[in-house]
């Protein structure tokens, strides 16, 4: 049984109340062998004496840390044996279905593309449909509808904004609720920024796109409906800055970290000790992740913010800012702050992600399910309404 289902880097995650079972991406394992094997068969001609010779020797690094990848979506589906998954490699975005029992089990291609990259999204389990977004370039980005079986999509948005993380209405597969911000650009075209992320409601019906929430103060993302109420996550248009009185202050202590620090690597990397031997390190134990990630048109320094958040004394920090809310819109409740991504089960359980944890949030008691190292996506199975007047038929 699948609970809920998360991306965590490079890996599909499935939850099934208990544990936790990781799979790879078929694709991405058939990717990296054939560019190993490549490499191999011609390793002869960038290696040796005779390459040496002709000036063909290189001294190349080949190795996993090459490949540019991820999964960015995970979505249960009506057969609890299998998922549907999309990812990104390289230039190259895809989505997949995969089986869950039989890992030599081929995996069924939907549809693969070097334009565009398939992000978040959701499956409609009553009609097998996956509304997801496909973004092209980094400004833009539009909302598709996909016939998982076909592999036939229909883009449902177009123009020159970022539409990500649609939700299909339970009550009505009509009806689709989308992010949307707007790419500001100066005379020439070029791109200046993004406007405030709004809540969007498309209806497929009478063909009209609905503003529903927005704000110039927040951004407001990934839209779910539940029980008839809308949620979202809520975050600050501009993060707030640090005390620059306390910058200041602190600059000189900040120029003595650097100089000791610089002593330490000279000493260590001259007589193979460090200054410090014996003591406490601080950063034993620590795996941060350097890289910065994009979120929802945001550029976020993952292990910047994760030194931030450990600063809350809170054992569960992640890398999402304190400052993303998820929240109940019509009334403004905040079930949980730090939140980049979440979902909704049938009985109402919010599966909520900060990156480096993954909770379970259910009348008021918020439960720490599992550990991840790179959530930023997930996802449980949803079922909507077929209207007997639907009329977007592929």
């Known amino acids: ?22 799979y790879n991406s ?16 011609t390793e002869w001609k960038r290696s040796g004496e005779g390459a040496m010779f002709r000036g063909d020797a290189t001294y190349e690094n080949s190795g996993e840390e090459a490949f540019d990848c991820s999964i960015s979506g995970v979505y249960p ?37 070097n334009n565009l990259t398939f992000g978040g999204g959701m499956i409609n389990c009553t009609n097998n449909t996956l509304a997801v977004s ?39 597969c009509n009806i689709i609720y989308f992010s949307s911000r707007g790419a500001g650009r100066d005379g020439k075209g070029g791109f200046v920024e993004f406007s405030p992320s709004a809540i969007c409601k498309l209806d497929l019906n009478a063909m009209t796109v609905d503003e529903v929430l927005s704000s110039p103060k927040y951004n407001y993302y990934k839209p779910v409906v539940h029980g008839g109420k809308l ?12 005390n620059p009185l306390l910058e200041i202050i602190l600059i000189p202590w900040r120029i003595l ?50 030194k931030k958040n450990a600063s809350k004394r809170d054992s569960d920090y992640g890398f999402i800012p304190k400052s993303w809310e998820l929240i109940e819109v019509d009334s403004g409740k905040v079930i949980k702050s730090g939140i980049g991504d979440f979902d909704i089960t049938d009985d109402g359980t919010v599966i909520a992600t900060n990156g480096k944890r993954i909770f379970a949030i259910k009348d008021g008691k918020c439960k720490k399910v599992c550990n991840a190292e790179y959530c930023i996506k997930v996802s449980c199975a949803h079922s909507a309404a077929v209207k007997s007047n639907e009329p977007f038929a592929f």
């Open 231 to 242: 949620y979202a996550i809520k975050a600050p248009v501009k993060e707030k800055r640090g």
């Open 1 to 22: 049984m699948v609970k809920f289902a998360y991306a965590d880097g490079q890996k599909i995650c499935v939850y099934d109340g208990e544990k936790t079972t990781e």
């Open 134 to 172: 496909l973004k092209r370039g980094y400004y833009n980005a539009d909302i598709a509808l996909f016939d998982l079986e076909s592999g036939d999509y229909k883009s449902l948005t177009d123009g020159d904004t970022l539409d990500i993380d649609p939700c299909i209405c339970p009550d009505d």
């Open 26 to 41: 078929g694709y991405i394992e058939r990717y990296k062998q054939s560019a190993e094997n490549a490499r191999r068969s």
């Open 257 to 306: 970290q650097g100089i000791a620090s610089f002593i330490n690597i000279f000493v260590t990397a001259t007589t193979g000790k460090s200054l410090t031997e014996g003591g406490s390190n601080p950063a034993k134990g620590k795996n941060y992740d350097s890289r910065k990630i994009e979120i929802a048109g945001n550029l976020i320094d993952v292990d910047k913010q994760l």
């Open 77 to 113: 589906t009506a057969n609890s044996d299998w998922i549907v998954y999309s990812f990104i490699l390289n230039s190259t975005s895809g989505i997949y279905k995969k089986c869950l029992t039989d890992e030599k089990s081929p995996e069924t291609h939907v549809i693969n593309s």
